[in-house]
Each structure stands twice: as C-alpha cells, then as structure tokens.
C-alpha cells in the first residue's frame, strides 16, 4: 500500500490547461502502476490514464488522448497529469491511484488518493 495524495486541481476556462500531481510515500513508487481515473457527479469512476513503473507504457482513454499526457518522476515518488485543450466534459474529481500491475480496471487499483476537483468552464 501507498499513500497518495493529489493537487493541482482547479477552475479552468474551456480550451485551457492544468496539471495535476499525485505525491506517493513509500520506498516502492517504480514498482508501481500509476493510474488516474476521473468521477463526474452522479456518474461512475472511470479510466483517463496509466504508466508503468519505469514509463515503457502509458495507455488512455480514447476520450482524452492527443489532450492528456501522464508521466512520473520515480526520484520524487510523483505522478502527472498534463491535461491541455480542456472541455466542459472533463469536469470531475480526479483521483490517482496505484497497482502493481498495469491496467485500466479500477478494480486492479488498491491504494487512492482523496481526490482534486477540476472544473472546465464554457
């Protein structure tokens, strides 16, 4: 299990850009999969993006790819986020999370953070 708390979130016109972090604790962060799924009110948790443990693979959403980039720096046990050409649709809160595997089903997630809210304006 890893610890992980996000930031980064905020209000944003349409078309504009945020990035989020994810800080993990632990002496094990590379041997992680990083995720980062995505909750809309009243709408299920779902999938935006992933990268191995020592970034040979990152998978996304079809919704968000060309737009979104996921990276992570191992010597600061930190995950991104680099979201650009933001739309009113890709308002949520934004979770991290962490499996040992690489997946895009939440169910393969076992540690979360609390969640940042992004809010994309008309």
């Known amino acids: 299990q890893v610890q992980l708390v996000e930031s980064g979130g905020g209000l944003v016109q349409a078309g504009g850009s945020l990035r989020l972090s994810c800080a993990a604790s632990?002496?094990?962060?590379?041997?992680?999969?990083m995720g980062w799924f995505r909750q809309a009110p009243g709408k299920e948790r779902d999938f935006v993006a992933a990268?191995?443990?020592?970034?040979?693979?990152?998978n996304y959403a079809d919704s968000v790819k060309g737009r979104f980039t996921i990276s992570r720096d191992n010597a600061k046990n930190t995950v991104y986020l680099q979201m650009n050409s933001l739309k009113p649709e890709d308002t949520a809160v934004y979770y991290c999370?962490?499996?040992?595997?690489?997946?895009?089903?939440?169910?393969?997630?076992?540690?979360w953070g609390q969640g940042t809210q992004v809010t994309v304006s008309s």
């Open positions: 632990g002496r094990t962060f590379s041997s992680y999969t």
């Open positions: 990268i191995s443990g020592r970034s040979s693979t990152t």
């Open positions: 999370a962490a499996s040992p595997v690489m997946s895009e089903r939440r169910d393969r997630f076992g540690s």
